[in-house]
């Protein structure tokens, strides 16, 4: 389990500020090739805009500062001049399912059509292999052309999932997912992050500690912007982790 | 017991009381608000009606207005309503599109922001004397349906922003967010997603500009609009751009202020034209809108 693995993302001492507020303070942390990592923590904690850290969406909110140094396979990710590619490679998945008001067929051909792909045939052979991925594909193969938007929430988020898996990434950042979905899908999920981590790796941002527990090999404890704990999860979720302060919200005492 | 658990207390007596009161008033205020329309409209009907035909619609007036119909001032109007239209509506839409879409919030664009606010809020007759100055007298387009279009437009650019404005902005946030996530351009995110969602909504407020630019005097009064003006009668491209014409609205005026002896029914007859139009452009509007609204996705 901890084997030295390639690092696929590097973070250095990044820093976030909203107007005047800074919400990350400085925190630096390795993501290796093929590892589930999951960062958990209380509300508030910036654990959503560390996600748009990574996928430059934060160039999307007004007033937001960042300073230090990110990098997704060795390269400075503010140097990019293809934000898109970045984005690409990096399939996000938001705490609230979007379904986009498309046909279920369309919101998975949606991310590779804006890249340019056109081949009706490779189209449906990658909309099938996302939606099977997603535990999806036997719930909705004979009406993919109907709405996206009118799915029941828990298959809204399994189409999130394929969507953000339509533009084959090689990071996986899954937000909170299954605060809007029943725990038997929720398991199906995690079934298939398990198979997935083989191909990519897998950031999971959690509010449910025990999630963590079972499906990352490394976690971070993040507390109102700054990393308390980070280590593999025989450590994190031990009785002696590094901090007294993890072994407090792991087990429930607060948080 | 379960009959005393959903008994009626003086409380709820009050409530229900209340509640049927509030039902009451509204609805009434809903009524009122229809009843004027009703009679206005039934009102200048009936005073039309001894003028009302075909021909009515079709000839130039004549015999210095008191006789023939209606139709240089008919057809004036379809132009220079359509030519403003032309002009504001993209413009308006896609100016909105990028305060919407685009512009970051900062100094620059508050300004923008404040000054189509504030623009709406310009009298009409302000705009006439904008457009006498700026269109016929400094850009030299002389008096003609350009010059009164170009005014027009001017006056209904805020409108049209605003409108299209708060239709993008009912397309929530979660769905542009999503597509970002997914390397989709800003362009291809509005294109795909944003428009087609708030088509329907930009399209009224399009359309409902349409009544108003029917229905002004002022702005064209100084900038193309003319007393009177003989075009050849059934030949709908018998004004140029170049060209001065007639309106209805002003002819309106004119009839009943300057023209003595005309027939009594001739003002309400010429109401009565303008009102139709505009009515059958707005159940245009909303078919268009219901339309519309049953593909609406979400």
């Known amino acids: 389990m901890s084997e030295p693995r390639q690092k696929k993302i590097e973070v250095e001492n990044l820093r976030l500020s909203y107007g005047s507020k800074e919400v990350i303070h400085g925190i630096s942390f390795d993501i290796g090739q093929g590892e589930i990592f999951a960062i958990i923590g209380p509300a508030q904690s910036a654990k959503t805009s560390l996600l748009k850290c990574i996928n430059r969406t934060l160039d999307f909110v007004a007033g937001a500062k960042v300073s230090g140094v990110i990098k997704v396979d060795g390269q ?18 938001a705490p609230l399912p979007v379904g986009l008001p498309l046909s279920i067929y369309d919101n998975v051909a949606f991310a590779p059509r804006a890249a340019g792909m056109r081949n009706k045939h490779a189209l449906d052979e990658l909309v ?18 109907s ?30 997912f299954s605060i809007a979905i029943d725990p038997v899908t929720t398991m199906r999920i995690e079934d298939v992050l398990k198979e997935l981590r083989e191909k990519i790796t897998i950031i999971l941002v959690t509010n449910l500690v025990q999630q963590a527990r079972r499906l990352a090999d490394r976690t971070m404890f993040l507390w109102n912007g700054e990393v308390v704990e980070l280590g593999t999860n025989d450590v994190v979720f031990s009785q002696r982790p590094q901090s007294q302060k993890t072994y407090e919200y792991v087990n429930g005492i607060f948080g | 017991m379960a009959s005393t658990v959903f008994a009626e207390t003086a409380f709820t007596r009050k409530k229900r009381l209340n509640e049927r ?15 004027p329309l009703l009679f206005i409209i039934g009102y200048l009907f009936k005073q039309a009606l001894p003028l009302l035909s075909f021909d009515f619609l079709t000839l130039n007036p004549t015999d210095g207005m008191r006789h023939g119909g209606i139709w240089s001032a008919l057809l004036g109007t379809i132009w220079l309503v ?21 512009a970051e919030e900062n100094w620059f664009t508050r300004i923008i922001n404040l000054a189509v606010v504030n623009l709406a809020g310009v009298p ?98 100084f900038t193309g609009a003319v007393f009177f003006k003989k075009i050849p009668e059934g030949d709908v491209f018998a004004y140029g751009l170049k060209d001065q014409c007639m309106a209805l609205s002003m002819h309106l005026y004119t009839v009943t202020t300057q023209v003595t002896n005309a027939p009594e029914a001739l003002p309400y007859a010429i109401a009565v034209v303008l009102l139709g139009t505009v009515l059958m452009v707005n159940a245009l509007s909303i078919g268009l809108r219901v339309y519309l609204r049953s593909r609406k996705k979400w």
């Open chain 1, 147 to 176: 709405l996206g938007t009118k799915l029941s929430g828990g298959q809204q988020q399994r189409l999130t999932i394929a969507r953000a898996l339509s533009h084959s990434p090689e990071v996986l950042c899954l937000d909170e």
């Open chain 2, 82 to 102: 359509t030519a403003s239209l032309c002009i504001s509506a993209p413009i308006g839409v896609l100016a909105a599109v990028y305060l919407n879409e685009y």
């Open chain 2, 21 to 35: 009161i509030a039902q009451v008033v509204f609805g009434l205020m809903a009524v009122a608000l229809v009843t």
């Open chain 2, 124 to 221: 009409s007759i302000v705009h006439a004397l904008f457009g006498l100055g700026a269109f016929v007298l400094f850009a030299g387009i002389g008096r003609s349906i350009l010059a009164a279009s170009l005014t027009l437009a001017i006056m209904t650019l805020p409108v049209i922003i605003a409108s299209t404005k708060e239709s993008l902005a009912a397309v929530p946030r979660s769905f542009r967010e999503a597509c970002w996530n997914v390397g989709a351009t800003r362009w291809q995110t509005i294109r795909r997603i944003v428009l087609p969602n708030s088509i329907s909504g930009i399209l009224t407020g399009v359309i409902l500009q349409v009544s108003r630019t029917a229905g002004e005097t002022a702005p064209i009064m």
């Open chain 1, 76 to 93: 400075d990710i503010s140097k990019s001049k293809n934000v898109y590619e970045l984005r690409r490679k990096i399939g996000m998945v």
């Open chain 1, 128 to 145: 099938e292999r996302c939606l099977t991925q997603a535990a999806l594909w036997d719930e909705v193969k004979d009406r993919l052309d």
